[in-house]
């Protein structure tokens, strides 16, 4: 609970400091604050309550439940955004008018992404999802002199409306059927159904919330939006979404399936398999024809919502099981990798001006510490060992296959195949093609964000070389 | 503690190569290689005495999942560690020779990487350690392949040969995540499961004939790959051939012989009814292979391409001799793992020598240079004697129990693997001939003979070609409990 309230707090007090035209005290003020809710948040850690017995009213306690669960996904979302932000140092500089209101909407999307992970009542959920989808929109249209952002913001916001309609009208009927909003309660109410005849809404409306969130976290036959808004967006708001709004949607869903819905699962789970095959199969193959390294990362983040699918087709149970702890740790590894991608793009882009392969050529000679960075996490993204990758694709297909879907597994893995040759491309752009001439100029990158790359690319190497840290928390 | 050092120690002087500029890391990335070799001599010496006790490293790694680092050598291992560490200090050398490459530290650096990854392949005893450390090797020797090479193809070439053993390994995942869902007592819960060695022994033991027979081509596919064997060959000739010398000779010097290693470690004890179920197919294929490799290496007249083609064609037999399932067969691929490490290394510095020296390894365009090279052409002729399986050579012993075996699994199939002594002697003989010998070319007045420190890296090779032909026993000994306890395994 404390996170929130601190992030709404310092969000606004930010937009004070945009009053002062103060914009370089931006970047460092909300470091420390997104440092110390990092903290906060890691306080609750197996004391449910205890830290934050100021919110411990019944009242508050039927909208939100915190607990380790929550925490842990609040967790990544807290750190990827605070790893994230050293990248947007060319914001900065450019002395952009609006800079204040960006980092405040950076902050409050957060508190949409930490109500999504820790819902207990199906308004919060939506209420989160509001949130950090209509930051996300007027985040996308940011760069407002160019044409292609406006594009994505007006493609994300109006699909992203219908989106969240069909998610409202979902949840009314799932409303309808029994009667409440509270997940524990719609699991009894299921389980023990008052009224048979109200089973056919119950279905329908499991389904449209299916859908609504499907398209918040960009899975097939949903995720046509997702290439072009990752294209358009400032690449630095591209990095936030494919990490916390994934990060995120995966969390709400899981809790959402496991925790209030078990008993539908007859429903969901032949929708969430085809989407599973769905997804994986347009991701992969859509990535793999690409020229632009960006419009590859986007279509591979289609690809890993497939891979967190298989997590949620295995995601019977507690939201302590095999399968809340691969998706945990699929979700951390991917996140990690995926800024680290998107921070190397960002500072290549930026400076040469392109975000195909090409502009990536000869980057191991002018700068290889990108080089060997981007490498880590494209390694990581395809899921080959010494990479957090690697574990994160072997948890969710052990907890996959010991559920039975053995054929789900051989398919996610003729997909990773597909994968390997698109992750290796960027490689062998930086290691084997020469820069073209007149651009082969080193990238200046500061201390700072050298610093923070490193950390992603050691996070990756821990996390593929020792998980036990990590794969028993939940 | 001796098993984690020989793993590990590698990779530490790589990670310190990063601080080291030019002839400093020179030196240390060869005396880490040596101080490795003579760790692995005093490993040798000390399971001699001691047997394989001490060598038992098994660390909790990921105790949710029920998977430990458990690394381990016994006979065989210890074997393949020898090999390893003796060959990557000479492997070492030969990047020296080539003052041209841009970056060396981080040239050295990889081959030091690639020697932790392919140590630990040779010692892991945990299924899943396995598969990490197999990738772990694929990563080092794809950019000392591809981004060290001068060829216009190196790209599509090492593209090709990363997917093609990336593909083979998924399978092998896939083959092992169902093996470990067999093991433990109870579904459901992964910290039932284990993936430890035994446990996956004990589980494939248990399975349906019909399921064993499609897990042994999920685990195969990698293996198969990574030796190759025909019809999964076709990424080998180019890989060899565009590779820079250096990356060659891990690829077909120890690279491969991890294929063979999974093949006896995690194929045939784990999935003894899919071995049977299948063997024949795989001897008809590894005799197609040997048959194949031989005749299209006659048409060669590019030295490191028919040196490529004839080490498919050895390999052929190695594979037999592995699926003959006797011991004698057995043995037999265990000193051809060892004779053909040592032969293909040596055969790939004659290359490197003469291509250094005359900037051509272009057959028609030499001839004549032993007048000048006499010191070159006796090397080169023991590395070629060896590998045509000459009494007294390594490659003798080795090629003459690997067809005993076949033999005694099937006559016929024994003599047409028996082909390859002819071949061999074919191509090799004449590959030396139109070099070495015949009408002189160009290069046959001003080339020079070997230098001191060159002949100080085919001494080790010599001695060792002699040794294994000589007293193989040394060997033998060593491995023959774990081939012993592989076969009771698959004919239970």
Redesign the interface.
Known sequence: MLPIVLLSVFGIANLFLGFLRSNRALLPFALVVLALIFGVNLLDWNHAGSMTGLFDSPYVTQMLSVNNYSVAFSGIVLFTALVLLPFSRSYVAAHEPNLAEYYSLLLFSLVGAIMMVSYNHLIMLFVGIEILSISMYVLAGSDKRNVRSNEAALKYFLQGSFATGILLFGIALVYGATGTFQLNELATTIAAPANASLQPMLYVGVLMMVIGIGFKISAAPFHFWTPDVYEGTPTFFTAFMSTVVKTAGFAAFLKLLVVALPGTSAVWLPTITAMCVLTLLLGNVGAAVQTSAKRMLAYSSVSHAGYLLLGLVAGRGQLSGPAAQSIFFYSLAYSIATVAAFGVLKLVADQRGREDYAGLAGLARTNPLLAFVMTVAMLSLGGIPLTGGFFGKFFIFTAVASQGYIWLVVFAVLMSMVGIYYYLKPAIAMYMRPAEPGADAPIVVDGFQSATLVLLAILTLVLGILPGFLSGLL | MLTAFLVFFPLAAALLLHFAKGGAARALALGAALLEFAVAVFAAFSYVHNGPAGFDLNL??????GISFHLGIDGLSLCLVLLTTVLVPIILLTAFRHEEYDNPGAFYALVLFMQTGLLGVFTALDA?VF??FW??A??PIY?LA??WSRSDR??QI??KF??YT??GS??M??GF??L??QTGPA??S?AAHSSDIQAFYAAGKQLAASQQGWLFWLIFAAFAVKMPIFPFHTWQPDTYTESPAPATMLLSGIMLKMGIYGCLRWLLPVVPLGVSQWQQLVEVLAIIGIVYGAIIAIRQRDMKRLIAYSSLSHVGLMIAGVFSLKAIGLQGAVVQMLAHGVNVVGMFLVADAIERRTGTRYLPDLGGLTRRTPLLSVCFLVMLLSTVALPLTGGFVGEFLLLAGVYEFNMWAGAVAGLTIIFSAVYLLRMYQRAMLGPDSAYSETITDLSGAELAMFAPLIVLVFWLGLFPGTFLHLSEPTISSILTAVSR
């Open positions: 909790s790694w990921i105790p949710s999942a899943f598969y990490f990738e772990v694929l990563i950019f591809g981004a190196r790209i090492t593209f990363f997917l990336i593909i998924l399978f995942l896939a995540v169902y470990y869902l579904a459901g992964l």
